[in-house]
């Protein structure tokens, strides 16, 4: 029985002699297959780990709601899926819009400089070890000539790592411009007056909900995307090229077999760290919105600045901005903790686990003879482990990179969720599709119909407006049917209460606010100037103010000089200006230099230098004379401007021809204006409202007199 144990032992003996003496004939062949089968590993994984993932059931029912306020309410869900590639996918193809294109360029200089430090980087590493390898051979002509060779290699090393942060942050700089000529064609651009396109800045802010601080988005979230993207390459092509390289480098050195278990160890632990990684994605756009809120407050507070200090109101706007600032606070403050023990486990596992793993995997050679491998002296193990250890560290370093990078292409998300979000409603609008929380009436029967309904607008010379709804953005039906015409030189008064619809009726006018019904006839909006009654001043100079918008050449290119638009403030009694703040080139924050009054003279040069078809007067004139408003009401009309005005001043009705009458009450009474009627009956009106006004005291008195 003895006997027959030894023999199976001797049997079992021999034929693990025989498997070794075969894998050691064929190690050649079977290293090379296992490279192969890890490089496509490597790639494999890394392609499934960061490919898209389907959303979840319920983001294509919360994009259908994007346009309803329920919809608008929910926070929106970022996340590395297939939404994320898709809107990745469209801004690539504005951010690099060829092969050709100077980004592309650069983008291949980039890959070519990444992969020449990666080569550097496995000179280094072997350099590195027949360092300490003459050291312990106590050669010192052999250790100086390495030195030197480490001396010179710096050179290549140093000029490939400046350019590749050049190159890169000439890539952010390419990506933003690109972005921020796209947005601010599409925000400030639109030719197309008389349908849906064109006024998207103004849309975007008055008619949509989707956008609270477009500003923001332009000017922040657009920069930080592209120092993203840009980043994004490199923090993920290089460490995946460097995985490849340094571990098949190893792999020569220690044996693809134990590079095999190390990746099978590593992957295990990388999967527990990703499942333990947080939506780093939402929390930069979560981060982004609230900081834009932020912003937008400080921004209210310096443009009601005024009203404010009159009302004193500092106590209440303290509170209010306290009050973003405080959710920005505790927000990042969630998001530090969950950073905290992130990073403790990151390290963790990444610096000391693998860290442990990758010294095993170094000790292979000394301990254990390998197949085909020759004796080497203590220097040689020596150089061996070092050059080894160098390439562990720098894989290691690599595979944490990689690891990383999915939380920066979370965060990435985070951005192009937002600038994708502000691409998508600007293209919405340009098509008259709006997203705005409507009142409650909206939903009723009627109403519903007219808000889904479109009217037509056509080019006239006259203003006709033939059954059109007055409703504003948020879905509130302030005239049902609106009809009466204007032709040029048929000055039209409106008047009403608050809110009755008379800035409605100029914002369609104006190619504003869409048309839910009926037939407007118009001339082009480029017709039209407004002079409401606070004046938009520009930056720039005092020439600047009243040519508006036109530049200093177009006027000239009109025939215009100077000496013109002195003539012209002459008309409105603001030459003395001229000379006040030192020339027409002199430069002032004018919204402070000038008084109300002197805005509104501006106000009505810069109509009388563009001389215009129509004007559109919001309460123009309240703040100047009646003497001046005269003198400005009869050289408009000297002009052949036709004047649509809102006013409660008598003194003007004289100057018009027509009148709009709202009630209020979505009636409205169209007519032919009798200047010096409607004036007696003013007067009439007042007499009477006095005297009802003092019959409780005459009651009052009447009553005492009894007790009498």
Known sequence: MAALSTSRIKEFLELLDGISKHYAAHRPLIQRILNISFILYVLGTTYKGFSARPAPKGQLKRNKDAGNEEGMRRPPRVAVDALFYQRLRHILRIVIPGIRSKEALMLIMHSSLLIARTAISLYVAALDGKIVASLVRAKPLEFAYNIIRWLLVAIPATWTNSWLSYIQSKLAIAYRTRLTDLVMREYLGGKNEAGPEGKVYYKISNLDDRIKNPDQMITHDIQRFSASLAAIYSNLAKPVLDVILYNYQLSQNVGAEGLIGLTILVQLSAALLRSLTPNFGSYTALSAQLAGALRHSHSRLAEFSEEIAFMRGEETEKMLIEREFATIILHERRVLRRRWWFGCVEEGIVKWLWGSFGLVLCAIPVFFKLPGA???????????????????????????????????????????????????????????????????????????????????????????????????????????????????????????????????????????????????????????????????????????????????????????????????????????????????????????????????????????????????????????????????????????????????????????????????????????????????????????????????????????????
């Open 374 to 708: 020759d004796n080497i002296d203590l220097g040689g193990r020596t150089e061996g482990f070092v050059t080894n250890r160098r390439l562990l560290l720098s894989s290691s370093d690599a595979f944490g990179r990689v690891m990383y990078s999915y939380k920066d292409l979370s965060e990435l998300a985070g951005y192009t969720a937002r600038v994708s979000a502000l691409l998508e409603t600007m293209e919405d609008v340009k098509t008259g599709k709006f997203a705005k929380a409507l009142v409650s009436s909206a939903s009723t029967e009627d109403n519903a119909k007219i808000l889904q309904g479109r009217g037509e607008v056509f080019i006239s010379e006259d203003i006709q407006f033939e059954n059109v709804p007055i409703v504003t953005p948020n879905g509130d039906i302030l005239v049902r049917s609106l009809s009466f015409k204007i032709q040029p030189g048929q000055h039209l008064l409106i008047v009403g209460p608050n809110g009755c619809g008379k800035s409605s009726l100029f914002r369609i006018l104006g190619g504003l606010w869409p048309v839910y019904g009926g037939v407007v006839r118009k001339p082009p909006a480029s017709s039209f100037i407004l002079i409401p009654q606070r004046p938009y001043l520009t930056i720039g100079t005092l020439r600047d103010q009243v040519i508006y918008p036109h530049s200093q050449r177009e006027m000239t290119a009109r025939g215009i000089t100077d000496d013109d638009l002195f003539k012209i403030l002459q008309v409105v009694q603001m030459e003395n200006v001229v000379e006040r703040e030192g020339g027409w080139d002199s430069m002032r924050e004018w919204r402070d230099a000038l008084s109300g009054g002197d805005k509104q003279k501006i106000a009505w040069a810069r109509l009388f230098y563009h001389n215009p078809k129509y004007a559109i007067l919001d309460e123009a004139t309240s703040l100047v004379p009646l003497e001046m408003e005269g003198r400005m009401m009869d050289h408009a009309t000297k002009l052949g401007i036709t004047l649509l005005t809102v006013s409660h001043r008598p003194s003007l009705w004289k100057y018009h021809a027509m009148i709009l009458h709202y009630d209020g009450q979505g009636g409205y009474v169209f007519t032919k204006l009798d200047a010096e009627k409607r004036l007696a009956l003013q007067t009439e009106k007042q007499a009477l409202e006095a005297k009802l006004a003092d019959v409780p005291r005459m009651k009052a008195r009447l009553a005492e007199l009894k007790g009498f």
